[in-house]
């Protein structure tokens, strides 16, 4: 069965650090692969996305993240974190079963900066 | 404006009070979904539509039940809320091709607390 795990339940860092979170997946098929953001009190705001190509991919805020297949993961990366970047961040993986866009969800890290 | 908007966004009931949430999109998709979070275990699908009058189960279903009437809308219904139902839900829709993923727009959340 497809999952999503992300080993990292809370990071802090300190702003200006750089930042890596860890995504790691199980699917059979070349995934498409998908990073979240959810700040407090917020909805979920796509960061980025894998489909096919390059294996690394530029986001919003300045984010990237790098496929490798040979790992099964797909970790999110930051060189100097901010503040509001403080948030919740979901990895996910979409599977096509049954014809559908089902989204399969990682539980999620936490996020927190220090000044 | 494009959007996914749920109603309400945040709601406080009692155990065994029927409850309706609702989705509508202006897209014209025609997959909908819903979703709950909780803490430590990520989003999980609860049921999904791939088009009028055509709706299935997901991971976690028990206790819900939802309707696809009219394409734009997609509520989810709680007949018998127990606190267990406590939650963050999100409703998601896209379109469907076949043989690849569409990106799919999520509401803002509606947050449930069932006493």
């Known amino acids: 069965a497809q999952s999503v795990t992300q080993p990292d339940i809370h990071i802090t860092v300190s702003e200006g650090a750089s930042l890596e979170l860890r995504c790691n997946y199980s699917y059979g098929a070349t995934p498409y692969l998908f990073w979240y953001v959810q700040s407090p009190g917020q909805g979920l705001q796509l960061l980025l996305k894998y489909f096919s190509g390059d294996t690394l991919v530029q986001g919003i805020k300045g984010f990237e993240a790098e496929f490798k297949r040979s790992q099964s993961s797909f970790n999110l990366r930051k060189p100097s974190v901010h503040w509001s970047d403080a948030a919740e961040y979901f990895c996910a993986v979409a599977s096509f079963s049954g014809g559908y866009n089902k989204l399969i969800f990682g539980a999620g890290t936490r996020l927190a900066v220090h000044p | 404006e494009a959007q996914v908007t749920q109603n309400p966004r945040y709601l406080i009931t009692v155990t065994g009070k029927k409850l309706t949430v609702t989705c509508s999109q202006n897209m014209n998709h025609e997959y909908m979904s819903w979703y709950r979070q909780d803490p430590g275990l990520g989003l999980r699908q609860i049921y999904y539509s791939m088009n009028v009058e055509v709706t299935d189960k997901g991971d976690v279903p028990e206790g819900y039940k939802v309707s696809r009437k009219e394409k734009r809308n997609f509520p989810l219904i709680l007949e018998s809320p127990s606190p267990n139902q406590t939650s963050l839900y999100f409703c998601?829709?896209?379109?469907?091709?076949?043989?690849?993923?569409?990106?799919?727009?999520f509401g803002p959340g509606t947050r449930l607390t069932v006493l």
């Open positions: 998601a829709s896209s379109h469907i091709a076949g043989g690849r993923y569409n990106e799919q727009f």
